[in-house]
T-cell receptor, first 114, second 113 residues
Framework: AQSVTQLDSQVPVFEEAPVELRCNYS??????LFWYVQYPNQGLQLLLK??????LVKSINGFEAEFNKSQTSFHLRKPSVHISDTAEYFC????????????FGTGTRLTIIP | NAGVTQTPKFRVLKTGQSMTLLCAQD?????MYWYRQDPGMGLRLIHY???????AKGEVPDGYNVSRLKKQNFLLGLESAAPSQTSVYFC????????????FGDGTRLSIL
């Protein structure tokens, strides 16, 4: 069965500093990987996804994540954060070959300090 | 284009009462999902549907029932509410069951007293 681990429940970062949110997964088959973002009192929105091909994927607002198969990781990074990045971030995995279900990590709350 | 709409946004129930949460999507998506979100536990799948007239159990189905009589609607029912069901409930939908992202509603905050 697939599972996702987000070790950091909270990450405080100063504005304009870099950040890395960690995500590790376990699965016995090939996977699709996602990062979702949740702003206060809202539902989740897709930030970026890895399906196949290039292991480095990027979002339109400066985030990027790299799929590392040997380390079973999909860490999220941003070189310079802004106040507007304050949110909760969820890593999710979906197994290939017809698995309809996403398995979510427990989330990382990113707080940007002015 | 509204996307995924959840009704109601807030509700307070007494233990033992019943209620139905409604999820409506206008994207003609085949797949729909109900999750609950609890602090420190992320999102857990309650039930899901792979098409009109179908439902299946997720990770935490006990105490909940669902129906998908119309493609655009997915209903979540609590027959006899319990305090352990206090949570934020999210509905999501997607067209492609694996590779495409799920589109989420804004959630229903449910408190059981």
């Amino acid at each position: 069965a697939q599972s996702v681990t987000q070790l950091d429940s909270q990450v405080p970062v100063f504005e304009e500093a870099p950040v890395e949110l960690r995500c590790n997964y376990s699965s016995s088959v090939s996977v699709y990987l996602f990062w979702y973002v949740q702003y206060p009192n809202q539902g989740l929105q897709l930030l970026l996804k890895y399906l196949s091909g290039s292991t480095l994927v990027k979002s339109i607002n400066g985030f990027e994540a790299e799929f590392n198969k040997s380390q079973t990781s999909f860490h999220l990074r941003k070189p310079s954060v802004h106040i507007s990045d304050t949110a909760e971030y969820f890593c999710a995995v979906s197994e290939g070959f017809g698995n309809e279900k996403l398995t979510f990590g427990t989330g990382t709350r990113l707080t940007i300090i002015p | 284009n509204a996307g995924v709409t959840q009704t109601p946004k807030f509700r307070v129930l007494k233990t033992g009462q019943s209620m139905t949460l409604l999820c409506a999507q206008d994207m003609n998506h085949e797949y729909m999902y109900w999750y609950r979100q609890d602090p420190g536990m992320g999102l857990r799948l309650i039930h899901y549907s792979v098409g009109e007239g179908t439902t299946a159990k997720g990770e935490v189905p006990d105490g909940y029932n669902v129906s998908r009589l119309k493609k655009q609607n997915f209903l979540l029912g609590l027959e006899s509410a319990a305090p352990s069901q206090t949570s934020v409930y999210f509905c999501a939908s997607t067209q492609d069951r694996v590779a495409q992202p799920q589109h989420f509603g804004d959630g229903t905050r449910l408190s059981i007293l």
